[in-house]
């Protein structure tokens, strides 16, 4: 054995594919978690929207657990309760018709791309496959979902990409009926708030052409609800905060609460659009990770989720022309800061201070868990005024 640090090790070993904080997470309970040296942190970031009852949640461990030793995976030849039981959840929740489990964001996104380019073919006639997606969206890393992402520094080092993509500024209603009445469209995926580029929500308005748009031409609506779902947004998907019924919805994050599990929800016009053979993941729906997903979704009822409101109203009152706060934008529990100072200058203070807040684009960003006590979030919220000051 040689004597690295942690941070040592991983600057040695690990891909350097990420800018990390000097922060080591050695153990955490609920909003709270510690470093290598003891210091307590309130976590504001839950691990990019993942943690949804924040580290170790009980009922989550003891689902998890149960579900690791009676057995931990099988593969998708044969049945088993913990996916079959989610299915149902996630569709009786939502009216959606039928799902498909993958393991991560990308993946989730994938499929539904898959699902648009076969509904094209099918329904609107050959080469019907381009789906348009919004400029500064993310939709992931994978070659296909990075096309799908409206970022060109996301793009550039990594040219080709999958092909059959189109891009639409957000709220610019003019462009979009200009490209959805192209003829070889056959869908379009958004997310409701984009994360990624900087906390932004859609304009209602725009939603709702989108909606039209999508009836007039026969498009798929597809919603990204990677990181805005699964009761971030204070309803149970953030599309439903615009009174829509997208075809598809594609999710992951915070749906297992800390494990990796992606899942496709197909609506009525597509339930039936696979076959046996045409799409598959080797772990999708994995057992343990289904059981923390019935874990958290069976507790996002309404009483949570109207938790979750006040709790994104109390922070939005607070920091809310704050002295060095430019602005406040998002929904729910997925709120992006506008500060006057660099926000990486203010993550970096805060974590000094014993709090976690992640960035998006030059807004310092903030994803607590959805059950954060009360208290822990006036302490966390008053360290934030101290420190955009
Ligand atoms: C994080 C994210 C993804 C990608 O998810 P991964 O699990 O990292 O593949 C896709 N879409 C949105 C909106 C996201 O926030």
């Not at 990019?48 to 149960?66: L, R």
């Not at 499929?111 to 400029?135: D, H, M, P, Q, S």
Request: hydrophobic letters at 40%; glycine letters at 10%; one cysteine or more.
């Amino acid at each position: 054995m040689n004597s690295l640090s942690v941070k040592e090790k991983d600057s040695a070993y690990v891909a350097h594919t990420y800018g990390r904080f000097n922060l080591e997470i050695t153990s955490g309970k609920g909003s709270l978690c510690y470093d290598e040296n003891g210091k307590e942190y309130i976590d504001l970031g839950t691990g990019i929207a993942v943690n949804t009852f924040g580290f170790c949640d009980e009922q989550w461990v003891k689902a998890v657990t149960k579900q690791a030793s009676a057995f931990q995976h099988t593969s998708n030849l044969y049945y088993h309760k913990p996916g079959a039981d989610l299915a149902e959840m996630l569709c009786e929740k939502t009216g959606m018709k039928k799902v498909f489990f993958s393991n991560s964001g990308a993946e989730a996104n994938e499929c539904a791309i898959k699902v648009a380019r076969k509904y094209g073919e099918l329904n609107k006639g050959e080469g019907c496959t381009k789906i348009l997606t919004l400029r500064n969206s993310f939709h992931g890393r994978t070659l296909t979902t990075l096309a799908a992402t409206g970022q060109d520094t996301f793009h550039k080092d990594f040219l080709p990409l999958t092909e059959g993509f189109d891009y639409v500024e957000a709220g610019n209603i003019e462009e979009l009926n200009e490209k959805a009445s192209q003829k070889d469209v056959c869908a379009i995926m958004f997310e409701v708030v984009q994360g990624e580029g900087g906390v932004l929500p859609l304009s209602w308005e725009f939603v709702k052409e989108i909606e039209k748009v999508s009836k007039k031409y026969d498009l798929l609506m597809i919603c990204d609800e990677v990181q805005i779902g699964n009761g971030r947004s204070g309803k149970l998907y953030g599309y439903m905060n615009f009174d829509i019924t997208p075809d598809v919805v594609s999710t992951a994050k915070g749906l297992a609460g800390g494990l990796p599990l992606g899942a496709t929800l197909l609506g009525e016009k597509v339930e039936n659009i696979f076959n046996p053979g045409m799409h598959g993941s080797t772990f999708g729906a994995n057992p343990v990770a289904a059981a923390g997903a019935l874990s958290i979704l069976s507790r996002l009822d309404d009483t949570l989720l109207e938790d979750v409101k006040k709790k994104s109203d109390y922070i939005v009152k607070e920091l809310n022309g704050a002295e060095g706060i430019k602005s406040v934008s998002g929904m729910g529990l997925m709120l992006g800061i506008e500060t006057e100072k660099p926000a990486k200058e203010v993550v970096n203070a805060l974590l000094e201070k014993g709090v976690i807040v992640l960035t998006a684009k030059t807004k310092v960003r903030l994803l607590p868990a959805l059950n954060i006590p009360f208290e822990l979030l006036e302490k966390a919220v008053a360290l934030i005024k101290e420190c955009v000051k």
